[in-house]
């Protein structure tokens, strides 16, 4: 069944005095509002640049691991005192890489990754014993950043899809690993790549700042568990624009400690829509605020724009404005849910909850899977 709706301009004013207003930008005073991207960042500098390419540092095409030549490669990169230094993988090879983890603070004023050739995870849990399972490539401490080039990371995620406990239901709940993860990086520019298959989540940007993520292309098949797309969690004043994400979970999710995020241009489908959070789990605070996804597309996924919250939570989500936003199919197109409940055992009922104030939705439009096209599903004290 397909259900057409249409929504313009209404504002969802939670856990507070319902106050209503259509002026999307009450809540948000100008200086909050994330601005529009813009593409000059490829722009050329004059200034010296050195490549280090990892051919020269004792990697192998034969299939083995390449991990230790990578990070040769990358402190000779990193503790280049060029302005400029670029560690290239080349094109039209692939190499494969144990869990990998790039280290800054760099020495090089500016560091870009070049990726041309591809990267593959090996396709064996055993790899990561003794190693933090929590990620495949982790690049940690790093400013000015860029990592680009056209290629593909390929995080061979089917091993763990398998054992994963939300597939089968025998098997405890591990952790595992996600394909890239940047943590604590600033003015870092992440473009121009295709990550597909991950273990889980694709691309994690934690304790982050000032991030533009674009030109990304992101893909797992439908039944794949917990291979979220983008994750952004701690992050200050990211873009993430012009992406196509389609997985078997969230293709942007937006958790606690994340502030001016601006979303836009992105086609979600498969997976589970564009979702903030979810946030207060385990009786936990979050904070979330000054968040704009505009100009989206999603097909056929569970939800087209959500917001998530478990309860017992403390903390808000406010600020939020979801516009110029196009579904088809989608099972539930505009959704608030503060009774999230993602794990085996039952989710008792609780009165805290995670506060979410300030939600706008604009311009909102495609059909329904479902007869429900907007679902408020509030706690029990809002
Ligand atoms: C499911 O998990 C159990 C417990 O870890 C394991 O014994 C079993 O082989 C797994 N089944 C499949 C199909 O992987
Ligand atoms: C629409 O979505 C439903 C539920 O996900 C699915 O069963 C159905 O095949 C989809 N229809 C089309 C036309 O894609
Ligand atoms: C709201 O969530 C609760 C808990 O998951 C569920 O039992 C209830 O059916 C939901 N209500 C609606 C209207 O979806
Ligand atoms: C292109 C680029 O990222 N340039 C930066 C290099 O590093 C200096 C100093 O850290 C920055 O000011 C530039 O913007």
Redesign the pocket.
């Known amino acids: 069944m397909a259900i057409q709706f249409l929504f313009f301009s209404f504002l969802v004013f939670l856990f507070n005095d319902g106050v209503f207003s259509y002026d999307p930008y009450l809540f948000l005073t100008p200086s909050s509002i994330p601005k529009a991207p813009s593409y000059d960042t490829e722009r050329q500098s004059s200034y010296e640049k050195i490549v280090f390419d990892v051919d020269h540092y004792g990697v192998k095409a034969d299939g083995t691991d390449n991990s230790e030549a990578f990070k040769r490669a990358w402190e000779a990169a990193c503790s280049s005192t060029s302005h400029s230094s670029v560690l290239l993988v080349p094109p039209h090879k692939t190499y494969l890489l144990k869990p990998l983890e790039l280290q800054g603070p760099c020495e090089a004023k500016n560091i870009t990754v070049m990726i041309k050739g591809n990267l593959k995870a090996p396709s064996e849990r055993a790899d990561w014993s003794g190693e933090d399972v929590n990620y495949w490539i982790k690049f940690k401490n790093v400013r000015h950043l860029t990592v680009k080039g056209g290629g593909e990371l390929d995080g061979s995620g089917q091993i763990w899809w ?2 994963s406990c939300k597939i ?1 239901k ?3 709940c591990l952790d595992a690993p996600t394909a890239l993860v940047f943590h604590r990086c600033e003015k870092l520019r992440v473009s121009d790549l295709t990550i597909r298959d991950s273990q889980k989540f694709h691309v994690v940007f934690s304790k982050c700042a000032n991030v533009k993520a674009f030109h990304l292309t992101i893909r797992a098949p439908q039944w794949s568990p917990n291979t979220d797309g983008i994750h952004v969690t701690g992050t200050q004043d990211i873009m993430i624009f012009n992406c196509f994400i389609g997985t078997g979970d969230d293709c942007i999710s937006i958790v606690k400690g994340s502030k001016n995020v601006y979303v836009k241009d992105i086609v979600c489908g498969p997976g589970h829509g564009i979702s903030i959070g979810s946030l207060g789990k385990k009786n936990s605070e979050a904070h979330v605020s000054n968040v704009v996804v505009e100009k989206a597309t999603l097909i056929g996924t569970t939800n087209g724009v959500r917001i998530k919250t478990w309860q017992g939570g403390y903390g808000y989500a406010e600020n939020i404005v979801f516009q110029d936003i196009f579904m088809t199919n989608v099972s539930n197109p505009i959704i608030i849910n503060q009774h999230y409940c993602d794990s085996r055992k039952p989710c008792y009922q609780q009165n805290a909850a995670v506060a979410v104030r300030g939600v706008r939705y604009k311009n909102i439009r495609g059909t329904s899977a479902t007869d429900i096209s907007v679902n408020f599903n509030c706690s029990s004290t809002c």
Do not use: D, G, R
Request: aromatic share 0%; no cysteine.
């Open positions: 398998q054992n089968n025998s098997a405890p």
